[in-house]
Protein backbone atom coordinates (compact mmCIF):
# COMPACT_ATOMS: atom_id res chain seq x y z
CA UNK A 1 0.00 0.00 0.00
CA UNK A 2 3.03 2.64 0.91
CA UNK A 3 4.65 1.43 -2.28
CA UNK A 4 2.04 2.65 -4.07
CA UNK A 5 1.53 5.63 -2.64
CA UNK A 6 4.86 6.29 -3.04
CA UNK A 7 4.62 5.50 -6.74
CA UNK A 8 1.39 7.73 -7.45
CA UNK A 9 2.99 10.50 -5.33
CA UNK A 10 6.11 10.26 -7.99
CA UNK A 11 4.21 9.85 -11.23
CA UNK A 12 2.09 13.69 -9.44
CA UNK A 13 5.47 15.24 -8.59
CA UNK A 14 7.24 14.31 -12.24
CA UNK A 15 3.96 15.56 -13.70
CA UNK A 16 3.78 18.40 -12.02
CA UNK A 17 7.32 19.22 -12.85
CA UNK A 18 6.76 18.63 -16.35
CA UNK A 19 3.22 21.17 -16.77
CA UNK A 20 5.81 23.99 -15.09
CA UNK A 21 8.69 22.98 -17.40
CA UNK A 22 5.66 23.25 -20.39
CA UNK A 23 4.73 26.48 -19.00
CA UNK A 24 7.67 27.86 -18.68
CA UNK A 25 8.40 27.28 -22.83
CA UNK A 26 5.65 28.80 -23.63
CA UNK A 27 6.24 31.58 -21.73
CA UNK A 28 9.67 31.81 -23.24
CA UNK A 29 8.30 31.52 -26.79
CA UNK A 30 5.73 34.34 -25.87
CA UNK A 31 8.79 36.73 -24.73
CA UNK A 32 10.12 35.60 -28.12
CA UNK A 33 7.37 37.01 -30.50
CA UNK A 34 7.09 39.63 -28.32
CA UNK A 35 10.62 40.83 -28.32
CA UNK A 36 10.91 40.44 -32.10
CA UNK A 37 7.74 42.26 -32.44
CA UNK A 38 9.29 44.67 -30.33
CA UNK A 39 13.23 45.17 -31.95
CA UNK A 40 11.37 45.48 -35.47
CA UNK A 41 8.85 48.37 -34.35
CA UNK A 42 12.40 49.55 -32.34
CA UNK A 43 13.97 49.69 -35.94
CA UNK A 44 11.08 50.95 -37.56
CA UNK A 45 10.97 54.13 -34.68
CA UNK A 46 14.90 54.81 -35.89
CA UNK A 47 14.31 54.95 -39.26
CA UNK A 48 12.55 58.82 -38.52
CA UNK A 49 15.43 59.60 -36.25
CA UNK A 50 19.01 60.54 -37.03
CA UNK A 51 20.40 57.38 -35.54
CA UNK A 52 18.92 56.23 -39.55
CA UNK A 53 22.00 57.71 -41.03
CA UNK A 54 23.02 57.04 -45.05
CA UNK A 55 26.25 57.09 -46.64
CA UNK A 56 27.20 56.34 -50.16
CA UNK A 57 26.74 52.90 -50.32
CA UNK A 58 23.62 52.46 -48.54
CA UNK A 59 22.76 55.19 -51.19
CA UNK A 60 23.75 53.11 -53.58
CA UNK A 61 21.71 50.58 -52.86
CA UNK A 62 18.77 52.87 -52.59
CA UNK A 63 19.13 54.12 -56.33
CA UNK A 64 19.44 50.58 -57.21
CA UNK A 65 16.16 50.10 -55.69
CA UNK A 66 14.72 53.04 -57.25
CA UNK A 67 15.77 52.32 -60.56
CA UNK A 68 14.81 48.54 -60.44
CA UNK A 69 11.22 49.90 -59.64
CA UNK A 70 12.03 51.99 -63.28
CA UNK A 71 12.29 48.94 -64.98
CA UNK A 72 16.27 48.80 -65.31
CA UNK A 73 16.92 46.08 -63.93
CA UNK A 74 20.46 44.59 -62.46
CA UNK A 75 21.64 41.99 -60.90
CA UNK A 76 24.89 42.97 -59.09
CA UNK A 77 26.12 45.70 -56.72
CA UNK A 78 26.78 48.67 -59.19
CA UNK A 79 30.95 48.97 -59.80
CA UNK A 80 31.48 44.96 -58.55
CA UNK A 81 31.32 41.46 -59.91
CA UNK A 82 29.62 40.08 -56.77
CA UNK A 83 27.36 41.23 -54.18
CA UNK A 84 23.01 40.45 -55.70
CA UNK A 85 21.02 42.49 -55.57
CA UNK A 86 17.68 40.17 -53.98
CA UNK A 87 17.01 43.13 -51.71
CA UNK A 88 17.50 45.54 -54.50
CA UNK A 89 14.75 43.48 -56.62
CA UNK A 90 12.27 43.06 -53.94
CA UNK A 91 12.46 46.60 -52.69
CA UNK A 92 12.19 48.10 -56.26
CA UNK A 93 9.38 46.05 -56.65
CA UNK A 94 7.61 47.39 -53.65
CA UNK A 95 8.64 51.16 -54.58
CA UNK A 96 6.69 50.62 -58.06
CA UNK A 97 3.88 50.62 -56.17
CA UNK A 98 3.96 52.49 -53.47
CA UNK A 99 7.12 55.13 -54.47
CA UNK A 100 10.36 54.86 -54.54
CA UNK A 101 11.51 55.78 -50.75
CA UNK A 102 14.27 54.83 -49.19
CA UNK A 103 11.91 54.24 -45.81
CA UNK A 104 11.33 51.33 -48.26
CA UNK A 105 14.30 49.78 -48.70
CA UNK A 106 14.54 49.83 -44.95
CA UNK A 107 11.46 48.04 -43.88
CA UNK A 108 12.28 45.35 -46.84
CA UNK A 109 16.16 45.30 -45.35
CA UNK A 110 14.37 44.38 -41.67
CA UNK A 111 11.76 41.62 -43.00
CA UNK A 112 15.38 39.63 -44.80
CA UNK A 113 16.83 40.15 -41.55
CA UNK A 114 13.56 38.90 -38.89
CA UNK A 115 13.78 36.09 -41.95
CA UNK A 116 17.48 35.17 -40.99
CA UNK A 117 16.28 35.50 -36.98
CA UNK A 118 13.67 32.74 -37.71
CA UNK A 119 16.25 30.39 -39.26
CA UNK A 120 18.58 30.97 -36.63
CA UNK A 121 15.74 30.14 -33.91
CA UNK A 122 14.98 26.71 -36.00
CA UNK A 123 18.50 25.58 -36.12
CA UNK A 124 19.21 26.49 -32.37
CA UNK A 125 15.44 24.42 -31.98
CA UNK A 126 17.05 21.69 -33.94
CA UNK A 127 20.24 21.34 -32.18
CA UNK A 128 19.59 22.07 -28.51
CA UNK A 129 16.07 22.58 -28.08
CA UNK A 130 12.96 25.56 -28.13
CA UNK A 131 14.78 27.28 -24.96
CA UNK A 132 17.77 27.91 -26.70
CA UNK A 133 16.26 28.79 -30.22
CA UNK A 134 14.19 31.30 -28.33
CA UNK A 135 17.44 32.95 -26.50
CA UNK A 136 19.81 32.41 -29.11
CA UNK A 137 17.17 34.21 -31.68
CA UNK A 138 16.83 37.38 -29.50
CA UNK A 139 20.10 37.79 -28.70
CA UNK A 140 21.19 37.59 -32.45
CA UNK A 141 18.10 40.66 -32.80
CA UNK A 142 19.48 42.47 -29.60
CA UNK A 143 23.51 42.35 -30.37
CA UNK A 144 23.85 45.76 -30.39
CA UNK A 145 23.00 49.20 -32.34
CA UNK A 146 25.62 48.63 -34.93
CA UNK A 147 24.70 45.70 -36.00
CA UNK A 148 20.80 46.96 -35.89
CA UNK A 149 21.75 49.13 -38.17
CA UNK A 150 22.48 46.98 -40.73
CA UNK A 151 19.45 46.07 -40.79
CA UNK A 152 18.02 49.19 -41.79
CA UNK A 153 20.51 50.93 -43.77
CA UNK A 154 21.81 47.73 -45.75
CA UNK A 155 25.29 47.55 -47.70
CA UNK A 156 22.99 45.69 -50.09
CA UNK A 157 23.12 41.87 -49.83
CA UNK A 158 23.98 41.27 -45.79
CA UNK A 159 20.36 40.03 -44.54
CA UNK A 160 19.83 37.65 -48.16
CA UNK A 161 22.52 36.21 -47.49
CA UNK A 162 22.31 35.58 -43.81
CA UNK A 163 18.63 33.90 -44.29
CA UNK A 164 19.55 32.01 -47.77
CA UNK A 165 23.13 30.72 -46.05
CA UNK A 166 21.41 29.49 -42.84
CA UNK A 167 18.52 28.50 -44.83
CA UNK A 168 19.74 26.41 -47.02
CA UNK A 169 21.31 24.36 -43.96
CA UNK A 170 18.22 24.24 -42.14
CA UNK A 171 16.24 22.81 -45.50
CA UNK A 172 19.70 20.28 -45.96
CA UNK A 173 19.59 18.91 -42.18
CA UNK A 174 15.50 18.43 -41.59
CA UNK A 175 14.83 15.09 -40.96
CA UNK A 176 12.78 12.89 -41.88
CA UNK A 177 11.12 14.55 -45.32
CA UNK A 178 8.37 12.89 -47.35
CA UNK A 179 9.91 14.23 -50.94
CA UNK A 180 13.76 14.17 -50.66
CA UNK A 181 13.54 15.42 -54.39
CA UNK A 182 11.45 18.87 -53.14
CA UNK A 183 14.47 19.11 -50.75
CA UNK A 184 17.45 18.80 -52.80
CA UNK A 185 15.49 21.23 -55.16
CA UNK A 186 14.61 23.68 -52.83
CA UNK A 187 18.05 23.50 -50.85
CA UNK A 188 19.97 23.55 -54.04
CA UNK A 189 18.02 26.65 -54.97
CA UNK A 190 18.58 28.26 -51.86
CA UNK A 191 22.31 27.76 -51.88
CA UNK A 192 22.59 28.99 -55.35
CA UNK A 193 20.75 31.94 -54.60
CA UNK A 194 22.97 32.64 -51.32
CA UNK A 195 25.69 32.24 -53.55
CA UNK A 196 25.07 34.64 -56.35
CA UNK A 197 24.22 37.12 -52.85
CA UNK A 198 27.94 36.87 -51.81
CA UNK A 199 30.26 34.51 -50.82
CA UNK A 200 29.66 34.68 -47.06
CA UNK A 201 26.34 33.72 -47.89
CA UNK A 202 27.85 30.70 -49.58
CA UNK A 203 30.10 29.93 -46.76
CA UNK A 204 27.40 29.62 -44.40
CA UNK A 205 25.57 27.12 -46.74
CA UNK A 206 28.45 25.03 -47.80
CA UNK A 207 28.63 22.69 -44.63
CA UNK A 208 24.80 22.12 -44.89
CA UNK A 209 24.54 21.09 -47.95
CA UNK A 210 27.88 18.46 -47.80
CA UNK A 211 26.04 17.31 -44.87
CA UNK A 212 22.93 16.72 -47.29
CA UNK A 213 25.17 15.16 -49.81
CA UNK A 214 26.70 12.77 -47.96
CA UNK A 215 23.46 11.36 -46.69
CA UNK A 216 22.35 11.34 -50.32
CA UNK A 217 25.29 9.43 -51.76
CA UNK A 218 23.55 6.89 -53.61
CA UNK A 219 20.70 9.12 -54.97
CA UNK A 220 22.68 10.18 -57.73
CA UNK A 221 19.22 11.48 -59.11
CA UNK A 222 18.26 13.82 -56.06
CA UNK A 223 21.96 15.29 -56.21
CA UNK A 224 21.56 16.09 -60.04
CA UNK A 225 17.99 17.69 -58.68
CA UNK A 226 19.90 20.16 -56.49
CA UNK A 227 22.67 20.32 -58.99
CA UNK A 228 20.06 22.12 -61.68
CA UNK A 229 18.37 24.07 -58.85
CA UNK A 230 21.73 25.74 -57.50
CA UNK A 231 22.31 26.71 -61.14
CA UNK A 232 19.48 28.14 -61.76
CA UNK A 233 19.82 30.17 -58.09
CA UNK A 234 23.48 31.22 -59.47
CA UNK A 235 22.95 32.00 -62.91
CA UNK A 236 23.09 35.83 -62.68
CA UNK A 237 26.85 35.13 -60.86
CA UNK A 238 27.49 31.91 -63.48
CA UNK A 239 26.95 34.59 -66.50
CA UNK A 240 29.09 36.95 -64.71
CA UNK A 241 31.68 34.83 -63.99
CA UNK A 242 31.60 33.23 -67.83
CA UNK A 243 32.69 36.70 -69.17
CA UNK A 244 34.76 37.86 -65.79
CA UNK A 245 37.36 35.07 -64.50
CA UNK A 246 38.38 36.87 -61.91
CA UNK A 247 34.85 37.91 -60.74
CA UNK A 248 35.39 36.97 -57.16
CA UNK A 249 38.94 38.24 -56.82
CA UNK A 250 39.58 39.75 -53.54
CA UNK A 251 39.81 43.29 -53.18
CA UNK A 252 43.37 44.67 -51.57
CA UNK A 253 45.23 47.99 -50.62
CA UNK A 254 48.53 46.62 -51.33
CA UNK A 255 48.65 44.75 -48.28
CA UNK A 256 47.83 40.63 -47.79
CA UNK A 257 45.69 38.76 -45.43
CA UNK A 258 46.96 36.98 -42.82
CA UNK A 259 47.58 36.27 -39.22
CA UNK A 260 47.08 39.77 -38.35
CA UNK A 261 44.04 39.69 -40.30
CA UNK A 262 42.25 37.00 -38.81
CA UNK A 263 43.36 38.44 -35.62
CA UNK A 264 41.92 41.94 -36.08
CA UNK A 265 38.41 41.10 -37.05
CA UNK A 266 38.13 39.32 -33.20
CA UNK A 267 40.18 42.15 -31.27
CA UNK A 268 39.25 45.33 -33.50
CA UNK A 269 36.20 44.70 -35.53
CA UNK A 270 33.85 42.39 -32.94
CA UNK A 271 34.51 44.77 -29.73
CA UNK A 272 33.08 47.80 -31.85
CA UNK A 273 29.50 46.80 -32.36
CA UNK A 274 29.24 46.80 -28.15
CA UNK A 275 31.15 51.00 -28.58
CA UNK A 276 34.34 48.89 -26.66
CA UNK A 277 37.44 49.49 -27.67
CA UNK A 278 40.97 49.29 -26.21
CA UNK A 279 43.78 46.52 -26.38
CA UNK A 280 42.70 44.76 -23.17
CA UNK A 281 38.96 44.58 -24.47
CA UNK A 282 39.89 43.74 -27.92
CA UNK A 283 42.13 40.31 -26.45
CA UNK A 284 39.31 39.66 -23.69
CA UNK A 285 36.24 39.78 -27.15
CA UNK A 286 38.80 37.85 -29.20
CA UNK A 287 39.52 34.80 -26.41
CA UNK A 288 35.51 34.96 -25.42
CA UNK A 289 34.91 34.43 -29.45
CA UNK A 290 37.79 31.22 -29.50
CA UNK A 291 36.44 29.94 -26.28
CA UNK A 292 32.47 30.09 -27.46
CA UNK A 293 33.48 28.17 -30.82
CA UNK A 294 35.97 25.76 -29.10
CA UNK A 295 32.46 25.31 -26.90
CA UNK A 296 30.50 24.58 -30.15
CA UNK A 297 33.27 21.84 -31.51
CA UNK A 298 32.86 20.19 -28.32
CA UNK A 299 29.39 19.98 -28.24
CA UNK A 300 29.43 19.03 -32.18
CA UNK A 301 31.85 16.34 -31.54
CA UNK A 302 30.29 15.13 -28.46
CA UNK A 303 26.82 15.43 -29.31
CA UNK A 304 27.41 14.23 -32.61
CA UNK A 305 25.45 17.07 -33.81
CA UNK A 306 25.04 18.16 -37.65
CA UNK A 307 22.96 21.03 -36.83
CA UNK A 308 25.95 22.74 -34.55
CA UNK A 309 28.64 21.19 -36.66
CA UNK A 310 27.10 22.65 -40.00
CA UNK A 311 26.58 26.57 -38.04
CA UNK A 312 30.12 26.34 -36.94
CA UNK A 313 31.46 25.33 -40.15
CA UNK A 314 29.61 27.67 -41.89
CA UNK A 315 30.59 30.18 -40.00
CA UNK A 316 34.72 29.55 -40.18
CA UNK A 317 34.15 29.22 -43.56
CA UNK A 318 32.61 32.88 -43.81
CA UNK A 319 35.16 34.50 -41.53
CA UNK A 320 37.81 33.23 -43.96
CA UNK A 321 35.91 34.52 -46.83
CA UNK A 322 35.78 37.73 -45.12
CA UNK A 323 39.33 37.68 -44.50
CA UNK A 324 40.65 36.95 -48.23
CA UNK A 325 37.73 38.94 -49.35
CA UNK A 326 38.54 41.77 -47.81
CA UNK A 327 42.11 41.95 -48.56
CA UNK A 328 43.23 43.86 -45.48
CA UNK A 329 42.92 44.47 -42.19
CA UNK A 330 39.88 44.63 -40.70
CA UNK A 331 38.71 47.42 -38.00
CA UNK A 332 36.06 48.55 -36.06
CA UNK A 333 34.47 50.57 -38.98
CA UNK A 334 33.79 46.81 -40.51
CA UNK A 335 31.11 46.12 -38.45
CA UNK A 336 29.11 45.11 -40.91
CA UNK A 337 30.83 41.66 -41.21
CA UNK A 338 30.11 40.50 -37.82
CA UNK A 339 26.12 39.52 -39.00
CA UNK A 340 28.18 36.38 -40.27
CA UNK A 341 30.20 35.58 -37.08
CA UNK A 342 27.45 36.78 -34.44
CA UNK A 343 24.74 33.07 -34.96
CA UNK A 344 27.28 30.53 -33.69
CA UNK A 345 28.24 32.94 -30.98
CA UNK A 346 24.55 33.53 -30.07
CA UNK A 347 23.84 30.17 -30.22
CA UNK A 348 26.81 29.37 -27.88
CA UNK A 349 25.59 31.99 -24.96
CA UNK A 350 22.28 30.47 -25.34
CA UNK A 351 23.63 26.98 -24.63
CA UNK A 352 25.50 28.38 -21.40
CA UNK A 353 22.64 30.67 -19.82
CA UNK A 354 20.36 27.49 -19.84
CA UNK A 355 22.67 25.60 -18.52
CA UNK A 356 21.62 27.45 -15.19
CA UNK A 357 19.22 25.83 -12.66
CA UNK A 358 16.69 28.22 -13.06
CA UNK A 359 16.81 27.93 -17.21
CA UNK A 360 13.81 29.11 -18.53
CA UNK A 361 14.17 32.08 -15.76
CA UNK A 362 17.83 32.46 -17.22
CA UNK A 363 16.96 32.33 -20.46
CA UNK A 364 14.01 34.75 -20.34
CA UNK A 365 16.03 37.18 -18.49
CA UNK A 366 18.76 37.08 -21.13
CA UNK A 367 16.20 38.10 -23.90
CA UNK A 368 15.24 41.23 -21.99
CA UNK A 369 18.72 42.13 -20.40
CA UNK A 370 20.02 42.14 -24.57
CA UNK A 371 17.44 44.05 -25.34
CA UNK A 372 17.64 46.44 -22.88
CA UNK A 373 21.37 47.10 -23.21
CA UNK A 374 20.53 47.06 -27.45
CA UNK A 375 18.34 50.03 -26.35
CA UNK A 376 20.88 51.87 -23.95
CA UNK A 377 23.62 51.71 -26.28
CA UNK A 378 21.44 53.24 -28.59
CA UNK A 379 20.72 56.26 -26.19
CA UNK A 380 24.36 56.14 -25.03
CA UNK A 381 25.26 57.04 -29.14
CA UNK A 382 21.87 59.37 -29.78
CA UNK A 383 21.47 60.91 -26.06
CA UNK A 384 17.81 63.49 -26.57
CA UNK A 385 16.90 61.36 -29.59
CA UNK A 386 14.01 62.70 -31.82
CA UNK A 387 12.41 62.37 -34.56
CA UNK A 388 13.32 63.78 -37.86
CA UNK A 389 15.29 62.95 -41.09
CA UNK A 390 17.14 66.18 -41.83
CA UNK A 391 20.81 64.82 -40.78
CA UNK A 392 20.46 61.40 -42.20
CA UNK A 393 23.06 61.50 -44.57
CA UNK A 394 26.38 61.41 -42.79
CA UNK A 395 28.48 63.76 -45.05
CA UNK A 396 27.68 67.58 -44.26
CA UNK A 397 24.34 69.20 -45.06
CA UNK A 398 23.77 66.94 -49.08
CA UNK A 399 20.40 68.49 -49.12
CA UNK A 400 21.47 71.91 -49.03
CA UNK A 401 23.89 70.95 -51.52
CA UNK A 402 21.57 69.50 -53.49
CA UNK A 403 19.55 72.15 -53.95
CA UNK A 404 22.49 74.66 -54.30
CA UNK A 405 23.40 72.82 -57.57
CA UNK A 406 20.08 72.64 -58.91
CA UNK A 407 19.62 76.41 -58.63
CA UNK A 408 22.21 76.46 -60.78
CA UNK A 409 21.05 73.87 -63.36
CA UNK A 410 24.00 71.87 -62.14
CA UNK A 411 22.23 68.54 -62.99
CA UNK A 412 25.51 66.22 -63.30
CA UNK A 413 28.83 66.75 -61.38
CA UNK A 414 31.79 64.67 -60.02
CA UNK A 415 32.43 64.58 -55.87
CA UNK A 416 33.95 62.73 -53.72
CA UNK A 417 32.89 58.97 -53.23
CA UNK A 418 31.08 59.43 -49.71
CA UNK A 419 29.55 62.95 -51.41
CA UNK A 420 28.47 61.76 -54.47
CA UNK A 421 25.92 59.41 -54.26
CA UNK A 422 24.46 60.58 -51.03
CA UNK A 423 24.52 63.45 -53.18
CA UNK A 424 22.34 61.48 -55.79
CA UNK A 425 20.28 59.73 -53.60
CA UNK A 426 19.30 63.03 -51.65
CA UNK A 427 18.08 64.98 -54.70
CA UNK A 428 15.92 61.76 -56.08
CA UNK A 429 18.12 61.71 -59.07
CA UNK A 430 17.51 65.37 -60.35
CA UNK A 431 21.51 65.93 -59.28
CA UNK A 432 23.46 63.12 -60.26
CA UNK A 433 26.96 62.80 -59.29
CA UNK A 434 30.05 60.43 -60.53
CA UNK A 435 32.46 59.02 -57.90
CA UNK A 436 35.98 60.97 -58.24
CA UNK A 437 37.27 57.11 -56.98
CA UNK A 438 35.33 53.84 -57.05
CA UNK A 439 33.07 55.02 -60.07
CA UNK A 440 30.25 52.43 -59.57
CA UNK A 441 27.56 53.89 -62.44
CA UNK A 442 29.09 54.40 -65.73
CA UNK A 443 25.97 56.59 -66.92
CA UNK A 444 26.27 59.56 -64.01
CA UNK A 445 29.61 59.65 -65.46
CA UNK A 446 28.48 60.05 -69.02
CA UNK A 447 25.81 62.76 -67.98
CA UNK A 448 28.64 64.38 -66.09
CA UNK A 449 30.99 64.79 -69.31
CA UNK A 450 28.24 66.62 -71.31
CA UNK A 451 28.14 70.12 -71.81
CA UNK A 452 31.13 72.62 -72.42
CA UNK A 453 31.90 72.65 -68.69
CA UNK A 454 32.68 70.24 -65.54
CA UNK A 455 32.15 70.34 -62.26
CA UNK A 456 33.78 68.94 -59.32
CA UNK A 457 32.28 68.72 -55.73
CA UNK A 458 34.60 67.91 -52.77
CA UNK A 459 34.61 68.27 -48.97
CA UNK A 460 35.85 71.19 -47.69
CA UNK A 461 39.65 71.36 -46.50
CA UNK A 462 39.70 67.86 -46.63
CA UNK A 463 42.75 66.72 -49.02
CA UNK A 464 41.19 66.56 -52.81
CA UNK A 465 40.40 70.03 -52.09
CA UNK A 466 43.78 71.21 -50.75
CA UNK A 467 45.66 69.41 -53.30
CA UNK A 468 43.47 71.88 -56.31
CA UNK A 469 43.63 74.77 -54.76
CA UNK A 470 47.50 74.52 -55.59
CA UNK A 471 47.12 71.76 -58.40
CA UNK A 472 49.46 73.03 -61.42
CA UNK A 473 48.19 70.33 -63.48
CA UNK A 474 44.53 71.18 -63.40
CA UNK A 475 42.46 73.27 -65.61
CA UNK A 476 41.86 77.33 -65.05
CA UNK A 477 38.76 76.70 -62.23
CA UNK A 478 36.61 78.64 -60.30
CA UNK A 479 36.00 77.57 -56.63
CA UNK A 480 32.68 78.55 -54.72
CA UNK A 481 32.34 77.43 -50.64
CA UNK A 482 29.21 75.97 -49.64
CA UNK A 483 27.50 74.10 -46.89
CA UNK A 484 30.73 72.57 -46.35
CA UNK A 485 31.45 71.94 -49.59
CA UNK A 486 34.06 73.01 -52.01
CA UNK A 487 32.53 73.24 -55.75
CA UNK A 488 35.25 73.57 -58.72
CA UNK A 489 33.83 74.73 -62.13
CA UNK A 490 36.07 74.11 -64.92
CA UNK A 491 35.52 76.13 -68.33
CA UNK A 492 36.00 73.19 -70.41
CA UNK A 493 35.97 69.41 -70.65
CA UNK A 494 38.68 67.11 -69.67
CA UNK A 495 39.30 64.07 -68.48
CA UNK A 496 38.75 64.27 -64.84
CA UNK A 497 39.61 60.51 -63.69
CA UNK A 498 43.07 60.88 -65.23
CA UNK A 499 43.72 63.19 -61.99
CA UNK A 500 44.94 61.01 -58.62
CA UNK A 501 42.11 62.22 -56.55
CA UNK A 502 42.19 60.32 -52.86
CA UNK A 503 39.02 59.11 -51.52
CA UNK A 504 38.42 62.34 -49.18
Not at 53 to 74: E, P, Q
Not at 123 to 137: R, W
Not at 146 to 168: D, M, N, Q, W
Not at 227 to 250: E, K, Q, T, Y
Request: hydrophobic residues 55%; glycine residues 8%.
Amino acid sequence: MSDRLAESTETDTTGNASSVAERGLRIAGIAFWVLLAAGLLLRLLLVFTPAFYVDSDNAIVSLMAKDISDGDLTFFFWGQTYGGTLLQLVAGGVMAIVGAHIEVLSVVAMLFFVGGVLVLRFIATKAFGPLVGNVAAILYWFSGFYTLRISISEPGFYGPSLVLGLGATALALRQPVRRPLLQWALVGLAAGLAFWQSPMGAALAIPGVLILLVRSRRHWYRILVGIAAAIVGALPWLVMFANSLNALAPKSDGTHPGLRSFATLFTSTMPSIFSAQGTVVGYLTAALCLALFALLAVLAVLGRNAWVAALLAGTVLAVVVVVIGAGTTLGPSDYRYTVFVLPSLAVAVAWLVTRIRYRIVAGITAMVLAATLTVVQVESLFPNLSFGTQSRYIIGDIRSLGQYLEDRNLGAVYADYWVAYSLTAATEERVTAAGLTNDRYPPYQQRALQGDEITVVVLENNENDTRMQVATDLPPFTRAVHAGYAIYTFPITFDVMHYPWSLF
